[in-house]
């Protein structure tokens, strides 16, 4: 309980914090930065590293994978059915079919679920997520923005091999034999814990309300398969025609059931995919997720 309340407050606080304009406008752009370079890497060397080898962790990492080909394939037909621009059925694939698997799926995995899953979130977001925004998220977001711009390889690459968190990984799964001194430990698990207050505060200070008029239907469409049908289907594949069961395949639903991706929706925003409607998916979308989310805490309980 203590836990969803630092998460309402911190939320709220940002709201506060925005109306009162004590932090100036580009205040969320400081807190990101600091997460991914800091906060997240730190969650990861202590968790990763705590980690042991289980084939069900090849699943954690496919879901991010299977959740985005079921989104494009879902919103590329309806799209086609309501003929909506192809900017925004971009939008709607890149805010639509990522999941927020760290700024709030890490927070949210640690409320409902506790510490011990942090590393199951943590593939799923390094192995899952944002390898799959850093590859097949940056072909659609340009084949949708015109598909004239060609990617290249090495900065593919380049981006991935120098995204902190990602680098993290890599050195906690190399230093898994090795044990950390007490010191290192607790270092670690001290800034780590800046996660939680800090993205949510910045979640908070960026809603926006304004430009609803005219989006709702989009809106409705991006978050429907958002929080409901894309997760279900997820769940469908599993435990349904896999068999799955167990805690690593709970919170692997759990986290395909966040939020859109604040990532994928920079990469929209840049390729200028409806900037009004990817501000919007995030905006309303995760807040939304915050009653969305214990209805899928309490649904998964029977897959254990």
Not at 71 to 89: D, I
Not at 109 to 115: D, F, K, L, T
Not at 229 to 246: D, E, F, K, Q, S
Request: with cysteine.
């Amino acid at each position: 309980m203590g836990n969803f309340v630092l998460l309402v407050a911190c939320f709220l606080l940002g709201i506060a914090l925005r109306a009162s304009h004590r932090l100036p406008d580009n205040a969320p752009a400081a807190l990101n930065g600091f997460i991914v370079n800091i906060s997240l890497p730190a969650l990861t060397l202590t968790y990763v590293h705590g980690l042991r080898p289980d084939a069900r962790l090849l699943l954690v990492a496919l879901m991010a994978w299977l959740l985005f080909g079921l989104g494009a394939g879902f919103f590329w037909l309806v799209a086609r059915a309501m003929k909506l621009p192809r900017s925004t059925t971009g939008a709607l694939i890149l805010t639509g079919s990522f999941a927020n698997t760290s700024f709030i799926g890490l927070p949210m995995i640690e409320i409902w679920y506790g510490p011990q899953w942090l590393g199951v979130g943590i593939v799923a977001d390094q192995l899952g997520s944002y390898f799959v925004l850093s590859t097949l998220g940056v072909v659609v977001a340009g084949a949708y923005a015109g598909g004239a711009a060609r990617l290249q390889a090495r900065a593919v690459v380049r981006k991935i091999l120098t995204f902190m968190p990602f680098v993290s990984m890599l050195v906690a799964l190399a230093l898994i034999p090795l044990p950390y001194p007490p010191w290192l430990d607790e270092l670690l698990k001290r800034l780590g814990a800046t996660l939680v207050p800090l993205a949510l505060v910045s979640v908070g200070f960026q809603l926006r309300l304004s430009q609803m008029r005219g989006r709702v239907p989009q809106l409705a469409l991006g978050l429907a398969f958002k929080l409901v049908i894309g997760p279900a289907l997820v769940l469908l594949m599993y435990a349904g025609v896999i068999g799955a069961r167990g805690t690593v395949i709970q919170v692997t639903v759990f986290e395909a059931a966040m939020g859109p991706m604040i990532g994928a929706a920079i990469v929209a925003m840049d390729h200028d995919l409806d900037p009004a409607l990817v501000t919007l998916m995030v905006g309303i979308g995760i807040p939304l997720s915050f009653v969305t989310l214990p209805a899928w805490w309490w649904m998964l309980q029977g897959f254990a």
